[in-house]
């Protein structure tokens, strides 16, 4: 069984740019949800996907879009980036509403 | 608002010290709560799930509880590779995870 995993490891941009990360659910998972995860903080919820549609987001600004695919597999769109966008961006995926597994995450760097 | 906060942040113990982690909340309608361990760098990594005042799960030198406004993390005989953050979350009924900063243990030889 393939567990959760996330490209790139590492992310360097600079102010204004965008980025977008990518997600490969757990086998048989049709949940995807994404975190953002800064330096010595827990993880904050950004959205959550089920089957193709987002069914939740928490206090983010639109400017963090996301989509998920037919295989249940997601991207993280961040447009005019910050610098407090800098973070470990966490994605985690789920069969339904049960437990969330966690991908390794992808550090994502603004300069 | 809902609030998730654990301690101590930080945790040193010897090799083979017991110690406990908490994690209190405040939060309406729970339907579970959750503890993960992460690495440096890492993605969190599931250890447990508890839906109901008084239950408890283990899982070798882990034993997680919940009260109606609590949960604790004890750790028994730990081992340097127990060394990581332990990160506690509470699930709504929206299914969103709301984590707390987490607490770092290090454990010495």
């Known amino acids: 069984e393939t567990g959760v995993t996330q490209s790139p490891t590492h992310l360097i941009k600079t102010r204004g740019q965008q980025v977008t990360l990518r997600c490969s659910s757990q086998?048989?998972?049709?949940?995807v949800s994404w975190y953002q995860q800064a330096l010595g903080q827990g993880p904050q919820f950004i959205f959550q996907?089920?089957?193709?549609?987002?069914?939740g987001r928490g206090n983010f600004p639109p400017r963090f879009s996301g989509l998920q695919f037919p295989n249940y597999s997601s991207e993280l769109n961040v447009n005019a980036l910050e610098l407090d966008d800098s973070a470990l961006y966490l994605c985690?995926?789920?069969?339904?509403?049960?437990?969330?597994?966690f991908g390794p995450g992808t550090r994502l760097t603004v300069l | 608002e809902d609030q998730v906060t654990q301690s101590p942040e930080a945790l040193r113990l010897q090799e083979g010290e017991s110690s406990s982690l908490n994690c209190s909340y405040t939060v309406s309608g729970l339907r579970g709560l959750f503890w993960y361990r992460q690495d440096p760098g890492k993605g969190p990594e599931f250890l447990f799930t508890l839906y109901s005042a008084g239950e408890e799960k283990e899982k070798e030198r882990l034993k997680a509880t919940l009260t109606k406004k609590e949960s604790f993390l004890h750790i028994t005989a730990p081992k340097p590779e127990d060394s990581a953050t332990y990160l506690c979350?509470?699930?709504?009924?929206?299914?969103?995870?709301?984590f707390g900063a987490g607490t770092t243990v290090t454990v010495r030889a």
């Open positions: 086998s048989g998972h049709n949940t």
């Open positions: 985690a995926s789920a069969s339904g509403s049960s437990t969330q597994y």
């Open positions: 979350a509470v699930q709504k009924n929206d299914y969103k995870l709301s």
């Open positions: 996907y089920y089957r193709e549609e987002e069914n």
